[in-house]
């Protein structure tokens, strides 16, 4: 049986502010709704009964004369009385009394609410309520088949509105409908039940539609989720491995993607080493990597910043950038994240064993290049020492020990000696000078101004040595790639002059 707040609740979400139970329980049962013009009528009215006061009686709610309807409506025992008074008017004090010791319910009726719209969803509500519950479901159904809902949050909320009542996604409260919110899903999508066992049997199959909706949409946007994030990643992995003229023909489909090319980045470079022995086959290997995106991309947005990942067969990618440049409180809590992220990772299989470095943060376009350069040598560090499941940071305090074992590989000092073949002539001081001019340079991020100032020297002629000794040594200043490796050459080449 409908009550008082039922009843009411329904011009409520129609006429929101319009509508108020001054007094009186809101759980009293209400039988049916009358509507009456004369104070006369109102002994007339059913025990239960919510009894509506006509427009022509609203002019007593605020006198002696409203007290005697309370008090003829207390002697028929009826649920509640309704009458049209604007939020400013005020009841008689005795009024209210009477009504709190005969257990009626006092509803305010907004003025300019309809009144004859307002008894027909009075009494539509408190006289049949299944059938009101088949015209909202029906109204659901309508709508879920209208496919316009966007979001999960945005059905429930409609579909709460429709049916006049709250659909929560969750653990149920109390003796609630409820089904399951999906295939392998422990949430459920639950109501309140009506109390009629014919409406609650329509309520549990309108959940159950109500269900297959929130499962084709997660579905949905898992899609997109995924199309988007190796949309993206595909465009990353381009980034990084492009040349200069290259990476300047991808950054605006880098930017249309979200990827903001113009801040401060810092590159992770995750390697699986064992997937195969891991998974047993290509196609669980390829899943799994996949995976591995997307848990990365998970774990490591609870940072702040903006996160993307890529991937293709042999490394995943983890780009991380800021609006401006890092503090050291920041780089703290990125290598905290970067913790959490390689754990998460190494968890998730048994005996996963995964190769992480992490590169410097470095602006711009050209920056995040250099940075991806940086996490691709320090995992070759982890590899070298054999540093599994552990992020090695680029700019770690072992980066000296890094640069000797990197310079030691044969390979290495046979690039950096054919790279320094060109002034190989040199006295050994001019030699010198200019490995340390330029290595200067490349320390103070390319700045000639500040170059001269730790050499005291002028600007000028910083600019030309600098000049002079790309020409010579056959460096693109403006690739990345090539300056890098110049730079890691006069780190290394100063270190053995120092241990030797």
């Not at 000794?469 to 006069?490: K, M, N, P, S, Y």
């Amino acid at each position: 049986m409908s009550t008082i707040e039922s009843v009411v609740d329904q011009l409520v979400r129609r006429h929101p502010g319009g509508v108020e139970i001054l007094t009186g329980p809101p759980e009293r049962p209400v039988g049916e709704v009358r509507l009456v013009d004369n104070t006369g009528q109102v002994d007339m009215a059913p025990a239960g009964a919510l009894v509506v006061l006509d427009r022509g009686l609203a002019e007593l709610a605020g006198d002696y004369r409203f007290d005697v309807v309370v008090r003829r409506a207390a002697a028929r025992e009826v649920a509640g009385l309704v009458v049209l008074l604007p939020p400013e008017a005020k009841v008689s004090l005795t009024a209210m009394a009477l009504a709190r010791r005969a257990d009626i319910a006092l509803v305010r009726l907004s003025p300019d609410v309809d009144l004859t719209e307002a008894v027909g969803t009075l009494v539509r509500q408190a006289a049949d309520r299944l059938s009101v519950t088949v015209d909202r479901v029906r109204a659901v159904c309508d709508a879920i088949d209208e496919g316009s809902f966007g979001s999960v949050d945005e059905l429930l909320e409609r579909v709460g509105l429709l049916l006049g009542r709250a659909v929560g996604l969750g653990i149920p409260v109390g003796d609630a409908l409820a089904v399951p919110a999906g295939p392998e899903r422990p949430d459920r999508l639950w109501t309140d039940r009506p109390g009629d066992p014919d409406a609650d049997a329509l309520l549990e199959m309108v959940l159950w539609r109500v269900a297959a909706e929130t499962t084709r949409l997660a579905a949905e946007r898992s899609r997109a989720e995924q199309v988007s994030r190796r949309s993206t990643g595909e465009v990353l992995v381009q980034l990084v491995e492009a040349d200069r003229s290259q990476r300047a023909t991808i950054a605006p489909s880098a930017r249309r993607l979200g990827i903001p090319v113009d801040g401060w980045h810092v590159i992770v470079r995750i390697e699986p080493d064992n997937l195969l022995e891991v998974t047993g086959g290509d196609l669980a290997a390829f899943e799994l990597r996949d995976e591995l995106a997307g848990l990365a991309l998970q774990t490591a947005r609870s940072l702040p910043g903006t996160w993307h990942v890529g991937h293709d067969p042999a490394v995943l990618l983890l780009l991380w950038t800021t609006r401006t440049a890092p503090d050291p409180e920041d780089h703290a809590r990125l290598r905290r994240q970067l913790d959490f992220v390689v754990k998460a990772l190494s968890g998730r299989a048994a005996g996963l064993r995964i190769f992480c470095g992490a590169g410097t943060a470095r602006p711009g376009i050209a920056g995040l290049a250099s940075s991806a350069t940086e996490a691709r040598l320090a995992v070759s560090s982890a590899r070298f020492r054999r540093r599994s499941n552990v992020p090695v940071h680029f700019d770690a305090v072992g980066m000296r020990a890094t640069l000797l074992e990197w310079y030691g590989s044969p390979t290495v000092r046979q690039s950096i000696d054919r790279l320094f073949a060109p002034i190989a002539d040199l006295s050994p001081a001019k030699r010198q000078a200019m490995i340390d001019t330029v290595g200067t340079y490349l320390d103070l991020q390319c700045s000639a101004a500040r170059t001269a100032e730790a050499l005291h020297l002028h600007r000028n002629a910083i600019r030309y040595r600098v000049q002079r000794a790309f020409e010579v040594l056959g460096i693109d200043e403006g690739d990345t790639d090539q300056r890098l490796f110049l730079h890691l050459a006069c780190r290394a080449q100063r270190l053995v002059d120092e241990t030797t």
